[in-house]
Nanobody
Framework: QVQLVESGGGLVQAGGSLRLSCAASGRTFSNYDMGWFRQTPGKEREFVAAISWGGARTYYADSVKGRFTISRDNAKNTVALQMNSLKPDDTAAYYC??????????????????WGQGTQVTVSS
């Protein structure tokens, strides 16, 4: 089992920044690729960003490319999502997720075995 706890969500004005963090506990953190997804009511969970187990490879949805940065610290068992130039369309609940490293597509939520409880991000116009 891997337990994931997100933090850092909140209310911000358009153009502002937020940094989300996800703390992992349980099994060896470096055995997992990590991803961030987001979801708004009535919509399916949407891929935002992912990072490979060692941090060498990062992946982004087109909608956030150039604005968001994913990073991880395997010594601290954490993954972060730095979000800049936020837009109202970025408003959602953001979820941290873990998948077995090297398996499956990082942008598919079904590939991830472990999920955090989510943290709300609200961007006002």
């Amino acid at each position: 089992q891997v337990q994931l706890v997100e933090s850092g969500g909140g209310l911000v004005q358009a153009g502002g920044s937020l940094r989300l963090s996800c703390a992992a506990s349980g099994r060896t953190f470096s055995n997992y690729d990590m991803g961030w997804f987001r979801q708004t009511p009535g919509k399916e969970r949407e891929f935002v960003a992912a990072i490979s187990w060692g941090g060498a490879r990062t992946y982004y949805a087109d909608s956030v490319k150039g604005r968001f940065t994913i990073s991880r610290d395997n010594a601290k068992n954490t993954v972060a999502l730095q979000m800049n130039s936020l837009k109202p369309d970025d408003t959602a609940a953001y979820y941290c997720a873990a998948k077995v490293r090297g398996r499956g597509n990082v942008d598919r939520s079904s590939e991830y075995s472990y999920w955090g409880q989510g943290t709300q991000v609200t961007v006002s116009s």
